[in-house]
C-alpha cells in the first residue's frame, strides 16, 4: 500500500510513500518489544549520550527537515526551521533525564523505603498534520530518555519530515527497533497501538473525536494514555492594556500555521470601551499579513494542508459574516494550492458554530464585553480549555483572570505557550495528561515501591 502526498501551495504530486499493513506494524511492535531490554538496560551516561547524538545529528540537518515541511505540509519556511530546532532542543533537553531519573528514599519504620522510575515497555506515538515535527519530539524523546522504546505514526498525508528523522536516529547510533516510524493509516497503524497487548502506552495528538475513540480502546487493556486535543482558545484584551500591541500581536496567534494550531487564539474578546479601536489596528495588521508561498523567506502564513481542510474552514466563512481579511497568493505556481485568506469574523451571539467549534483555519471570531467577570465567563463558556491569553496592564487582574480561567496554558501580554521547560496540555474536552516540561519523562514510567526490613 502506498500514499501519494500533495504539496499543499501548489496542489501537485510530491512522491509516494509506503502505507505500513496491519502485519508490518506487528513486526514493528514486535521489534520495538525486542528492542526494550537492553534499551531499557543501557547505562544512563550512555543513553544520554546516544540522545544527544541524535540531537546532533537533527540540529545538522536542519535545513533539510525545514524544506521537507515547506514541501508537505506547507510551513512557511520559517517556521519550519524552529520546528526542527525544537526537536534537536527536546532531544538535548531530555538527555540529561536518564542521568537524573531519581526515586525517592522515604522514612518508614523497621526498614529503608526506596522507589524506581521503571520504564514502560513500547510507547506508541500518533502524530497529527498540524505540527510533524514538534509534537513528535514532544512524545518519543521523553519516551525514549526514560527507557521506553517507542513506535510512531505520522498523520498520512505529513509524514516525511518522521521518516527522515528515523533514519537520523539509526545514523546518530540509536539502536535499531529503539525508535521506528511507521507510516500509514490512522485506522490501521494507530489503532493497533491502541490494540495491541506489547504497547504500554499511547501518546495521541489529534482530533476529540478519535482521542475519546483512543481512550475507550486503552481502558479495554488498562493502557496509560495521554490525549493532545482541540481547543478553541481565548484571547482577553482589557481595555487598560496596550491595545495596539495586543492588536498587532492578535493575527499572529489565530494565523500563525495558517490557523491549525490547537493553540490559536480563535475567539478574542475585547472590552467595550476598547473594542472599535482594537478592531481598527486589527484590521490594518490583517491586511498586511503575508500570505504567500511558503518557501519565500518573508512568508507569514502557507496554504491550508489539503483540500478537505480548506473546504472545511470554507463552510465555516460561507456560514458566518466575514468583517475583513487579507489577502491569497494570485501567481500561476499557487493556482492549484489550497490557500484561504485571514478572515475576521464579528460574532454577536455565544451559540454560533464560528464562536465554538474548532475551526483549525484562518479564521477568527471577536466579541465585545463589559467587564471581568463577563471575560471570565465567556472565556470558559466553551468544551475546550488548551491554551489562553490576557492583555491587561494590572497586575491583580492579570492574576485573578488567569487563575479563573480553565485552561491548561494561559500567557499574558503575549501569546507564547508551548514551551519545551514547562509543562503542556489541557482542562476539560482539551486533552489528558501533561506534556513537556521537567517532570514528562515520569510519565513515561511506572512508579515501584521496595521496602527492605532492617
Ligand atoms: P485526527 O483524525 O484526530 O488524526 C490525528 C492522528 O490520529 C493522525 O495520525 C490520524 O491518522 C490518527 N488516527 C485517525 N483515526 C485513528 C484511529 N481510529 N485510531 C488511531 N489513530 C487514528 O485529526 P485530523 O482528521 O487530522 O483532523 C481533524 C480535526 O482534528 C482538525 O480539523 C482539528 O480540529 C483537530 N486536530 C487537532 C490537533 C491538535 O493539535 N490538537 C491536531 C490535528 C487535528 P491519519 O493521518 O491516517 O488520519
Ligand atoms: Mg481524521
Same mark, same amino acid.
Given at each position: 500500500?502506498?500514499?501519494? *502526498? ?43 549520550? =546516544? ?21 508537505? !505540509? ?38 529503608? &523505603? ?82 495491541? =497487548? ?18 475507550? %480502546? ?8 495521554? *490525549?493532545?486535543?482541540? %481547543? ?7 481595555? &487598560? !492594556? ?36 482594537? =478592531? ?20 507569514q502564513m502557507g496554504p491550508m494542508v489539503s483540500a478537505g481542510q480548506r473546504d472545511s474552514v470554507q463552510r465555516y466563512a460561507d456560514g ?9 497568493? &494570485?501567481?500561476?505556481?499557487?493556482? %492549484? ?9 464579528? #460574532? ?28 471570565? !465567563? ?35 501580554? #503575549? ?23 521537567? &517532570? ?15
Amino acid at each position: 500500500m502506498t500514499t501519494t *502526498l500533495i504539496n499543499p501551495a501548489t496542489g501537485r504530486e510530491i512522491r509516494e510513500v509506503p502505507s505500513a499493513t496491519e502485519a508490518e506494524t506487528d513486526a514493528a511492535i514486535e521489534a520495538a518489544h525486542d528492542a526494550f531490554p537492553a534499551w531499557r538496560d543501557v547505562a544512563p551516561g550512555e543513553r544520554a549520550r =546516544l540522545l544527544r547524538a541524535f540531537a546532533a545529528i537533527v540540529g545538522d540537518h536542519n535545513e533539510e527537515l525545514a524544506r521537507l515541511e515547506v514541501e508537505n !505540509a506547507g510551513h512557511t519556511i520559517g517556521n519550519a526551521r524552529w520546528e526542527a530546532g525544537n526537536v534537536r532542543d527536546v532531544l538535548t533537553y531530555y538527555s540529561a533525564t536518564p542521568e537524573r531519573l531519581v526515586g525517592k528514599q522515604i522514612p518508614v519504620a523497621g526498614g529503608v &523505603d526506596i522507589t524506581f522510575h521503571e520504564p514502560l515497555g513500547v510507547v506508541g506515538v500518533i502524530v497529527p498534520w498540524n505540527f510533524p515535527m514538534p509534537i513528535a519530539g514532544w512524545g518519543f524523546a521523553p519516551a525514549l530518555a526514560a527507557g521506553n522504546t517507542v513506535v510512531l505514526k505520522p498523520a498520512e498525508i505529513t509524514p516525511l519530515t518522521a521518516i527522515r528523522i528515523g533514519e537520523l536516529a539509526l545514523e546518530a547510533g540509536i539502536p535499531p527497533g529503539v525508535f521506528t516510524v511507521v507510516p500509514g493509516k490512522g485506522s490501521v497503524v494507530g489503532n493497533r497501538f491502541v490494540t495491541h =497487548l506489547d504497547v504500554h502506552k499511547v501518546v495521541f495528538t489529534g482530533s476529540t473525536e478519535v482521542g475519546k475513540q483512543i481512550m475507550a %480502546g486503552c481502558a479495554e487493556q488498562v493502557k496509560h494514555v495521554t *490525549l493532545e486535543l482541540g %481547543g478553541k482558545s481565548a484571547n482577553i484584551v482589557f481595555a &487598560d !492594556a496596550d491595545v495596539a500591541a495586543a492588536a498587532a500581536a492578535a493575527p499572529g496567534a489565530v494565523f500563525d500555521n495558517a490557523g491549525q494550531d490547537c493553540c490559536a487564539r480563535s475567539r478574542i474578546l475585547v472590552q467595550r470601551s476598547a473594542y472599535d479601536e482594537f =478592531l481598527g489596528r486589527m484590521e490594518r495588521a490583517v491586511v498586511q499579513w503575508r500570505v504567500t508561498d511558503p518557501g519565500d523567506e518573508a512568508s507569514q502564513m502557507g496554504p491550508m494542508v489539503s483540500a478537505g481542510q480548506r473546504d472545511s474552514v470554507q463552510r465555516y466563512a460561507d456560514g458566518a459574516t466575514v468583517a475583513f481579511q487579507g489577502a491569497t497568493p &494570485d501567481g500561476p505556481d499557487t493556482a %492549484g494550492g489550497f490557500w484561504l485568506p485571514a478572515m475576521v469574523v464579528e #460574532s454577536a451571539d455565544v451559540t454560533e458554530p464560528v464562536w465554538r467549534e474548532e475551526v483549525f483555519g484562518p479564521l477568527v471570531a471577536v466579541m465585545p464585553f463589559d467587564d471581568e467577570d463577563e471575560a471570565v !465567563a465567556l472565556a470558559n463558556d466553551s468544551d475546550y480549555g488548551l491554551s489562553g491569553s490576557i492583555f491587561t496592564n494590572d497586575l491583580g487582574r492579570a492574576l485573578r483572570v488567569s487563575r479563573g480561567v480553565q485552561t491548561g496554558n494561559l500567557s499574558v501580554n #503575549s501569546h507564547s505557550s508551548v514551551r519545551y521547560w514547562t509543562p503542556f496540555g489541557g482542562y476539560k474536552m482539551s486533552g489528558l495528561g501533561r506534556e513537556l516540561g521537567p &517532570d514528562a519523562p515520569y510519565a513515561f514510567t511506572e512508579e515501584k515501591n521496595v521496602f527492605i526490613a532492617h
